[in-house]
């Protein structure tokens, strides 16, 4: 069975600081997803990387996978309250299961202003 | 909005009972995905559908089912229903098996 622990698990912040969220496996993994989550809606992916040693850049948000494919991370520069949710890595097995992802336990994040 | 429907928003049920969650995906994606969300387990995969055929299954209890039938939506079946199946039910849908998925806003299931 495939898990991905994702860490912190909490997260209390100012708005302006910096904050890195991690995504580790001992699996690997054909993609690493990571998706925002606000309360009463479904998850939204932010972005998929695909390559070992990927690093994407979405504005404020740098996520990075591993180059053995195993772990992620997430870093968001100058945290602003509108940043505040539910951030959820998922691995993905690919091929025809590219949707069967195994999810991390999430991180919730709090930018206070 | 991702454009997948769920419905009911909210059900509330009592132990024993058997339940229909409802999905219709995005206009033109042939693949629907259900999702179990719950505090202690995270969200974890059940089952994926494509063009009406089953693709992928997950840690779904025998006690649940599920289809997709010919106008592509799909139905949850949860039956026999225990205080541990209370949860968030979340359905997604992608135009292929390899494409991103674009989640609904799910179904939250209350067994008492």
């Known amino acids: 069975t495939q898990l991905l622990e994702q860490s912190p698990q909490f997260l209390s912040i100012q708005e302006g600081e910096n904050l890195t969220v991690y995504c580790n496996s001992s699996?690997?993994?054909?993609?690493l997803q990571w998706y925002r989550q606000e309360p009463g809606e479904g998850p939204v992916l932010l972005v998929t990387?695909?390559?070992?040693?990927e690093v994407k850049k979405l504005k404020r948000l740098t996520f990075q996978f591993g180059d053995a494919r195993k772990d992620s991370s997430l870093h968001i520069t100058a945290a602003q309250p509108g940043d505040t949710g539910l951030y959820l890595c998922?691995?993905?097995?690919?091929?025809?299961?590219?949707?069967?992802?195994?999810f991390g336990q999430g991180t919730i994040l709090t930018v206070h202003p | 909005d991702s454009g997948v429907t769920q419905t009911p928003k909210h059900l509330i049920t009592a132990t024993g009972q058997r339940v229909t969650l409802r999905c219709s995906p995005r206009?033109?994606?042939?693949?629907v995905y259900w999702y179990q969300q719950s505090l202690d387990q995270g969200l974890q995969f059940l089952i994926q559908?494509?063009?009406?055929?089953?693709?992928a299954k997950g840690n779904i209890l025998e006690r649940f089912s599920a289809q997709q039938f010919p106008d592509l939506h799909s139905e949850l079946n949860l039956s026999s229903l225990e205080l541990g199946d209370s949860a968030l039910y979340f359905c997604?849908?992608?135009?292929?098996?390899?494409?991103?998925?674009?989640f609904g806003n799910g179904t939250r299931l209350t067994v008492t």
């Open positions: 997604a849908s992608s135009t292929t098996g390899n494409s991103p998925l674009h």
């Open positions: 699996s690997v993994f054909s993609s």
């Open positions: 990387v695909v390559t070992g040693g």
């Open positions: 998922a691995g993905g097995a690919g091929g025809t299961s590219y949707g069967k992802l195994t």
């Open positions: 206009s033109g994606d042939l693949s």
């Open positions: 559908y494509y063009n009406g055929e089953e693709r």
